[in-house]
C-alpha cells in the first residue's frame, strides 16, 4: 500500500496503538460481558476496535456474549441487564454484530441481528425519524441509517426496498432539518453543532452517497467538512478542547477526504487533530477534556481515531472500516 506524507512518526503511532490496546484489554472488567453486566455503550466501542484490530476471531465470544444479553423486543439496553430498550444503543450494537459476523458466520448471532432489524424497521416514526429519550432526534436517527446501510452491504442485500425507504426517510427528515452553512446544530443537544455535524457527515449523509446515489448528498457532505475544518482551533482541538467532539470530527473528515479524493485538501487538519490528541492525552487512554482522568469509553474513541488515521494514510479505502463497502 502507498502512504501520504504525513509528520506523525509511523512507529510512534504503531507503538501507542498498541499501548492504548494493552491498557483497554487489562480493563476487562469494565467493558467485557464475560466479565459480568456492562454499559453497552462502552462494550460497543470496544468492539469497534477489536474490529479494526482484525482480533475479531478471537474475541468472538465477547460479539455472542451480546446476543444473551438482547431484550424482547428485538433491542438492547444501555445497561445490559436492564429492560429498557434504547434505540441508540440497539442500532450500534447491531451494526458491530453485522460486521463481526462476516468473520464469524455464528447462527445466533445472525438471528439476533434479524430481530434488531425488524425492530428497528417496526418504530420509525412517520416523518421518517426514529426516537430515544436520551438522545436527539438527529443523532439517533442517523444511528440508525448507518445500521441500515451496514446491514445491507454486509448482508448483500441494497436491492431490499423496506430496508431503502426506511433508510431513505432517515436521510429526508435529517436533510430537511438543516438551516446553517453546513454545520447541523440541535439547539437541545450539544448546541455548537461539532458532535451532531461530524455524527451525521458518518452515518447518514455519506450512506445516503454510498448507498443511494443521491446526487445532492455529495454536496452536502463537502459542505458539512468544510465548515468543519473552518471550527478547528489553532491548536488543532475541537469544541473548546473536548477530546470526544475532536476524535469525532477527525474521523468523519479522514471518510470525507478518502471518499471524494480530497485528502490533500483536509490532511493538514486531520493530522493536526490527531497531533493535538496524541501530544494531550493521559499516560494511559484520555478523558473527556484535557486533564480530567480517563475512561474506557473515551479511550477506546481515542483509538479508533488513531486506528482510522493509520489507515487514512495508506491507499486502502476507509468506507472499509466503516463497512460501508466490503
Known sequence: ???????????????????????????????????????????????????????????GPDFKACVKVQNPDGGWSKQSHEGRTSMWITTFVALKLCRGNLILKDPAIAASIARALEFVLSTQETDGHWVDPEWSHLDTTCSVTAFLTIYQVTHD???DQRVNSARKKGFDFIANWNRDSGIWKDDTFHPAGIETTAHLLQYTLLPGHFMDKIPYAGKMCLEAADSLAGEQASNGSWDDENMDHTMDSCRCLMLVADTFGQKARYAPHIEKGVRWLMDHKNGKGWGDFRDEPSNVERTADGLDTLLKYRRFCTSAPMSHFWAYSK
Do not use: F, N, V
Open 157 to 159: 442485500k441494497q436491492g
Open 1 to 59: 500500500m502507498t502512504t501520504i506524507a504525513t509528520g506523525i512518526d509511523r512507529k510512534e503511532l504503531d507503538d501507542l496503538i498498541q499501548k492504548e490496546w494493552e491498557y483497554l484489554d487489562s480493563m476487562q472488567p469494565e467493558w467485557s460481558l464475560l466479565k459480568g453486566p456492562q454499559d453497552m455503550e462502552i462494550l460497543e466501542h470496544i468492539l469497534r476496535c477489536i474490529l479494526h484490530l482484525d482480533l475479531t476471531p478471537q474475541r
